[in-house]
DNA sequence: CGCGATTGAGTTGCGCACAACTTAATCGCG
DNA sequence: CGCGATTAAGTTGTGCGCAACTCAATCGCG
């Protein structure tokens, strides 16, 4: 349990050095392509992932947005601001609930989903992948998230 | 090849939304994982990608290092300059082209390396991948980055 | 009802990531 | 040799991502 058994520590740490690479580096070359892909709606990935949402929901609070697309308010007020800046979405306090701030599409933010539709097939079509494929990528990645959130802040020292 | 024959647009868009979600969280999750692991040797994680690389050649100028991490100097110059300041590397220009900074390990930063050695399989831990998984993963994430990475600036209008 | 605990947003500070730019050194062609 | 083009690092500015914090509103227990 304590011991590798099968490597030595040096390979895992080349193992290591391999898996990081090759996930940061598929991490940036993913956000470079949804960039270029992005460019023409006026949007940053993450803008687009919070429209994303708001597109299916057309009124959440930032609470509803964190919780969707795993961010929080420090992350998302400026981020919001910036979405309401450029005119897609609107921000007031709730009547019922004053420390909640309700985020709503305008007419003009409901309007960009049309120009979003084309993104997702450039981005299949970058990858290479079927939809198949992309599924089952979606599959593993997801499960992989909810393993190393599940880890949390303990563990990690149970191991060594 | 340009209309979609087995989903509607709007579909494309849900699904596009559940694998921008899956991959943000995998990524993000990672980081949080690396970030826990690495908080004792007082190393980020893309700090950690620069010192794997050096402890593998001891001795690279940025524009070396930055090839093998896909960084470029607007990243990797603060970054190296913190490494610097907390003792783990030294940097001077190269004395055959002035143009040339050599990033090199101090005694102090290759000793890190024994601290690191048990970081990787606490991260395949937390993954509950076990050897041939990580491998695999590695693999797809590598093939889909090169990918992605080929596609460049051009493209991506070419499909719709 | 009253007051401490909790909750939702926002702010601050730091460290990437990247585009666009600057500066200095080197290269290479005529 | 000379000078424009290229190259290596660094700088600047913008936008995440996250920890730590503030502040106001709400909750809930006695």
């Not at 049309?114 to 593993?140: F, H, N, Y």
Request: aromatic residues 4%; proline residues 4%.
């Amino acid at each position: 349990m304590e011991t590798p058994d099968t490597l030595p520590e040096g390979d895992f740490l080349r193992l290591d050095r391999q898996i990081c690479f090759s996930l940061h580096a598929a991490t940036r070359a993913f956000n470079g392509v949804y960039r270029e892909a992005l460019k023409e709606l006026g949007l940053t990935y993450p803008q687009y992932l919070v429209m994303l949402v708001l597109w299916e929901h057309r009124e959440l609070s930032v609470k509803g947005i964190g919780e969707r697309v795993r961010l929080d308010s420090g992350t998302l007020s400026p981020l919001l601001k910036r979405l309401e800046a450029a005119g897609h979405v609107e921000r007031r306090r709730s009547p019922e609930d004053e420390r909640s701030v309700t985020v709503r599409l305008t007419e003009e933010g409901a309007a960009l989903r049309e120009k979003a539709l084309g993104v997702p097939r450039r981005i299949a079509a970058a990858t290479g992948l079927d939809l198949a494929e992309l599924g089952d990528l979606r599959e593993r990645l997801h499960a992989l998230a909810v393993r190393l959130d599940a880890v949390g802040p303990d563990d990690l020292s149970g191991c060594a």
